[in-house]
Nanobody, 122 residues
Framework: QVQLVASGGGLVHAGDSLRLSCAASGRTFSSYSMGWFRQAPGKEREFVAR????????DYREAVKGRFTISRDNAKNTGYLQMNSLKPEDTAVYYCAADLTTVRSRWDARYWGQGTQVTVSS
């Protein structure tokens, strides 16, 4: 069992940066992939980024490539999402997740944290 707590959201201006953190409890965190999803008002939840258990492999949705960086520190049981050059369209509630899999070509996860709001003003 893995419990996740996301933090680091806030209100920023376009072009600013934020770093989200995802603190995990449970000794098995380091054996799972982890990732970030987001959900904007009135829209479906969407995949943002994923990192494998060792941190050696990552995936990103096209819209954030080159701006967002996912990482993890297994010694600290924590994952991160560094978000640079933020745009108003990045505004959403961001959720961290662990043990990601693909279901019908879409990313899903077994474990979910609560969301953290990111708001980017123009």
């Amino acid at each position: 069992q893995v419990q996740l707590v996301a933090s680091g959201g806030g209100l920023v201006h376009a072009g600013d940066s934020l770093r989200l953190s995802c603190a995990a409890s449970g000794r098995t965190f380091s054996s799972y992939s982890m990732g970030w999803f987001r959900q904007a008002p009135g829209k479906e939840r969407e995949f943002v980024a994923r990192i494998n258990w060792s941190g050696t492999n990552t995936d990103y949705r096209e819209a954030v490539k080159g701006r967002f960086t996912i990482s993890r520190d297994n010694a600290k049981n924590t994952g991160y999402l560094q978000m640079n050059s933020l745009k108003p369209e990045d505004t959403a509630v961001y959720y961290c997740a662990a043990d990601l899999t693909t279901v019908r070509s879409r990313w899903d996860a077994r474990y979910w944290g609560q969301g953290t709001q990111v708001t980017v003003s123009s």
